[in-house]
């Protein structure tokens, strides 16, 4: 299994512009998230699905928009870059069992709004 | 030794030294709760989780302590190597399928 995969790792954009990170799973895991990371500081939750079809803002939504058409993809997307987006943003899915679960991260994207 | 407190933004300890890692956290409803650990330039590594039936669950040298009364929860790890020195995190998320929502992270350090 390949897990949770995040593309890009590194881009570059300018003011304005738009782009989107993709998000692929193939654990066929329910539910997944969006988390940004700003530089010393921990994990906001962007936005988060419970399952195909269904999305839910999360702490810091604003500026972002997902969606979730199949279980395994959950890309997100920035419409308007600002130098506030500048941040590592990690997807995860999680699997939850009966008295445990796992969080499955990404391995990040680095994004940098010039 | 021991460090304990409630939630510091850092803790220094001596190789194997006993580290206590705290969290306090607000939403009652928690159902679900995940210790996370972070290298310098990585991702977020899971250590161990516990479900909010579970007072107590022990992994490999780490043990996570849930309180529900005081709504806190602790992350214990025993014989602190060097190879620990990372930020730690809590999350939380209600009943399956909520958000998970990260608390503010401890920097553990761990020296020689």
């Known amino acids: 299994n390949a897990g949770v995969t995040q593309t890009p790792k590194f881009r570059i954009l300018k003011i304005g512009q738009s782009m989107t990170l993709q998000c692929t799973q193939d654990?066929?895991?329910?539910?997944m998230y969006w988390y940004r990371q700003d530089p010393g500081m921990g994990l906001k939750l962007i936005y988060y699905?419970?399952?195909?079809?269904?999305?839910d803002k999360g702490e810091v939504p604003n500026g972002y928009n997902v969606s979730r058409s199949t279980t395994e993809d959950f890309p997100l997307r920035l419409e308007l870059a600002a130098p506030s987006q500048t941040s590592v943003y990690f997807c995860?899915?999680?699997?939850?069992?009966?008295?445990?679960?796992?969080?499955?991260f990404g391995e990040g994207s680095r994004l940098t709004v010039l | 030794g021991e460090s304990v407190g409630l939630h510091l933004p850092t803790l220094s300890v001596q190789e194997g030294d006993n580290s206590i890692i705290n969290c306090a956290y607000s939403?009652?409803?928690?159902?679900?709760f995940i210790w996370y650990k972070q290298e310098s330039g990585k991702g977020p590594q899971f250590i161990i989780d516990?479900?909010?039936?579970?007072d107590k669950r022990q992994g490999q040298r780490v043990t996570v302590l849930l309180n529900k009364t005081v709504k806190h929860l602790s992350l214990q790890i025993a014989a602190t190597q060097p190879g620990d020195s990372a930020v730690y995190f809590c999350?939380?998320?209600?009943?399956?399928?909520?958000?998970?929502?990260f608390g503010k992270g401890t920097t553990l350090s761990v020296s020689s």
């Open positions: 995860a899915s999680l699997r939850v069992l009966q008295n445990t679960g796992e969080l499955f």
């Open positions: 654990m066929n895991h329910n539910y």
């Open positions: 699905s419970v399952g195909a079809g269904i999305t």
């Open positions: 939403n009652s409803a928690s159902d679900y």
């Open positions: 516990i479900r909010s039936n579970m």
């Open positions: 999350a939380e998320t209600g009943q399956a399928g909520t958000a998970l929502i």
